[in-house]
């Protein structure tokens, strides 16, 4: 069982919106394969959103900017002396593949957007029951079909994500490693401190206090308050040691 729970909270709108992006790409292989209506709405829906999501902003282009930013970290850690000289190449010559590989990429969700199920199904799904069999035959046909042809065509809906979803889980694993947990102490529920121009906050709390953050704030300044899970009878220690890094 764990003993600490993991919390992480974006400092501004491109992380906010890229880790909208990797919990709803997790969630499309969570269910597979899929093999009935539950399974099916499971994958459609998070598809829908995924592609709402894409609508709403320039993905392609802050993700190309973050892989110019970390190239240029990587070149300034490059001249530190006793540095892992092969790593720092190593990962650089990653950016700049996936650099490569996201321009010459069709525009992001294409594939999707174009899909004549995919459309009809992202229709049907903001009306409540809207996926009924007599909705939707298309579908209830679909399910019908044998399972590895099913299985085929869902592989390629998710491979046509994959420039995005390649650079998306490099660039946050290079920024979740960016900076260490340190120990902090809240006092009376509330901590604040400098951003330090970080994108993500993460923190680990102890699952025996139940207790959660509720963080405001931006990249240079930020205020946590710890809330009970039980709002009525929790309580909140006068003094809350917790694990915190500004990534």
Known sequence: MHTHVLFEHPLNEKMRTWLRIEFLTQQLSARLPVSDHTDALHFFRNVGELLDVFE?????????????????????????????????????????QHSTTLISAPRIGQFLREDKLVGLVRQRLSIPGGCCSFDIPTLHLWLYLPQ????????????????????????????????????????????????????????????????????????????????????????????????LACC
């Open 148 to 243: 590895p042809q099913r299985d085929e065509q869902v592989t390629t809906w998710i491979n046509s994500l994959s420039p995005l979803t390649q650079t998306l889980t490099l660039i946050l694993d290079l920024v979740r490693n960016s900076a260490p947990f340190r120990k902090q102490t809240s006092l009376n529920g509330f901590y604040q401190d400098n951003g330090d121009d970080a994108d993500l906050l993460r923190l680990q709390l102890a699952l025996a206090d139940e207790l959660y953050p509720q963080i405001s704030g931006h990249k240079s300044r930020f205020a946590i308050r710890f809330l009970p899970l039980d709002s009525e009878n929790g309580l909140i220690p006068e003094r809350l040691d917790f694990e």
């Open 56 to 96: 709403r902003g320039e993905v392609r282009t802050e993700l190309l900017k973050e892989l110019e930013r970390q190239q240029r970290k990587l070149k300034a850690w490059a001249e530190v002396p006793g540095v892992d000289q092969n790593r720092i190449d190593a990962l650089r010559e990653q950016l700049r």
